[in-house]
């Protein structure tokens, strides 16, 4: 059998990305193009300016990762490209571009979800054994999925409010921190103690589902109550109390999950899986199941994600037609 690469295309964010991928776990090439210097200045994504930046360069990457991998358009065998959820205007500059490369080259083209492929990077660490459980934690999504085979994906839980990575970057703003916060957040909490006293919301219910919302608003009328009765708050202290909540609720609720679904693999991924705090307590709490998250380097938006994604699409020949549109509030459960 003669090799099979797959370029990939990931454009639902502020990430210019594309990848090749040989068979079903050689990760030849992941070019990404972060524009996040572009977004600082205005404390998050702009939609616009993200889809003008994805058009500046999104040839060029596409040009740098058949090259960094070694092949040419001709040794392809898919393009798969990130169709949902995301923003559409950014969706559909990754999405022109991959359409574009296929019906010249003569290739099909193979539709992802971009949560799919937060999840399947644990593909590069390890085969996945199914079926399994997975925490997905970013920027925009919290949710806990169920995997019963390769490409079956099923919600068990999620957010009823702000995303984890969302709580993180509002109340990073509020520190006047940079955008994106996470991970300042993450150091600033290991220097701090946890000694204000945030909400952990739901942890008692019997449910699977999050809200970061009340968690927000808290430390948002903390910070705000302080400054104006003049008092200076530790920022080290309020990362490591704000941390501290967050865990709490992301490690009872994954813990609950896996007393559901007895499975014998756990997934944390997406941006958030960046967290050392995090990566700490599931190494410390989670020792009766095997625990996968990607490397630092695919936790953030990367097309090499997508490409792990679309190797378990290809197997299934799940093709789109070119008139495959963005879908911006994309569900695991929908399926082109
Ligand atoms: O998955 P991702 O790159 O983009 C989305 O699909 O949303 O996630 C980005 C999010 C941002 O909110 C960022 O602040 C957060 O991941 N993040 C972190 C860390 N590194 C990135 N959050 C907590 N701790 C980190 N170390
Ligand atoms: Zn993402």
Known sequence: MTDRYILAIESSCDETSVAVLKNEDQLLSNIIASQVESHKRFGGVVPEVASRHHVEVITLCIQDALQEAGIEAGDLRAVA???GP???GALLVGMAAAKAFAWANHLPLIPVNHMAGHLMAAQSVAKLDYP???LLVSGGHTELVYVSEPGNYRIIGETRDDAVGEAYDKVGRV???TYPAGKAIDELAHQGRDIYDFPRAMIKEDNLEFSFSGLKSAF????HNAQQKGEQLCLEDLCASFQAAVLDILMLKTKKALKAYPVKTLVVAGGVAANQGLRERLKEEITDRTVIIPPLRLCGDNAGMIAYAAAIEY???????????AKPSL???DIE
């Open 331 to 333: 569900a695991f459960e």
């Open 175 to 177: 520190m006047g921190l």
């Open 86 to 88: 995301g923003l559409v």
């Open 81 to 83: 490209v990130t169709y």
């Open 315 to 325: 197997e299934k020949n799940h093709f789109a037609a070119l008139d495959l549109n």
């Open 132 to 134: 399994l459980v997975a």
């Open 220 to 223: 948002i009328n903390l910070h």
